[in-house]
């Protein structure tokens, strides 16, 4: 097969391949990777039944990255509802400023599941699908444990509030097909939580914490 045969067939075959298409409405896109909810500690305080509001006390929280999946529903063309929710992620929560009490305090495990609506400027013959959503997100908080030290030092019966907040979103879908799509999509959170712990000189020991999370995901959808 001489060049030019070669060149018309691959041309022939590249018009006559289905551009690939973006939303519509009525359409389903499930999208899953890794998820990783960074906390930005903002205003935090520690307090005690037994000295008030103790100065200088801040609490900490690591990062922790899951596996995260996003249900949306195109409700027009242009606008659809998206659900976020993950595996359970676990974080280190510690306390510094405190003296004695600097150090890891917990682990804990929570889920934020978050419901967004969502915006796509861009006309449905793109590949390219960028897009801003802004919600609710729910944090649920659960399998709350102390660690042995702090345990041995007096601490028990850790408990953490819900919380609930709002949540803004940006994303950005490429259409590899009509159906495979990749994906990358930021939020930031609102999470407002209060822990208390019981210490046996201190009495019932305070920590109210806002936590501002950046959450981060990449990965591979379909839709349907």
């Known amino acids: 097969m ?15 391949s289905p551009l690939a298409q973006a939303y519509k409405q009525g359409d389903i896109i499930v999208r899953a990777g890794a ?6 500690v903002g205003d935090s305080s520690v307090s005690s039944t037994a000295t008030g509001k103790i100065p200088g006390g801040k609490v900490t929280v690591d990062s922790d990255t ?3 999946l996003t249900l949306s529903y195109m409700i027009r063309d242009h606008v659809g509802i998206e ?15 405190l003296g004695d009490l600097n150090g890891k305090l917990a682990t804990i495990e929570q889920l934020p599941p978050t419901l967004s609506l ?11 699908q960028p897009y801003v959503g802004a919600g609710i997100n729910y944090t649920t908080f659960f399998n709350e444990e102390l660690t042995s030290a702090r345990k041995a ?4 019966h850790l408990n953490r509030k819900s919380s609930w907040g ?4 940006a994303g950005l879908d490429y259409m590899l097909t009509d159906k495979i799509i990749l994906n990358a999509a930021v939020w930031r959170m609102d999470i407002d939580s209060e822990a208390t712990a019981r210490h046996s000189d201190l009495g019932r020991v305070k920590v109210d914490i806002d936590i501002d999370p950046w959450v981060y995901m990449v990965g591979v959808g379909y839709r349907f």
Do not use: C
């Open 2 to 16: 001489n060049r030019s045969v070669l060149f018309s067939s691959m041309l022939a075959l590249t018009l006559a």
């Open 35 to 40: 998820i990783m909810v960074d906390p930005t």
């Open 66 to 68: 899951q596996l995260g």
């Open 83 to 97: 659900l976020l929710a993950a595996t359970p992620f676990k974080h280190e929560v510690g306390l510094k400023g």
């Open 118 to 128: 969502q915006y796509f400027p861009m006309d449905s013959s793109s590949k390219w």
């Open 153 to 156: 030092a007096g601490f028990s």
């Open 166 to 169: 709002l949540a803004l979103q």
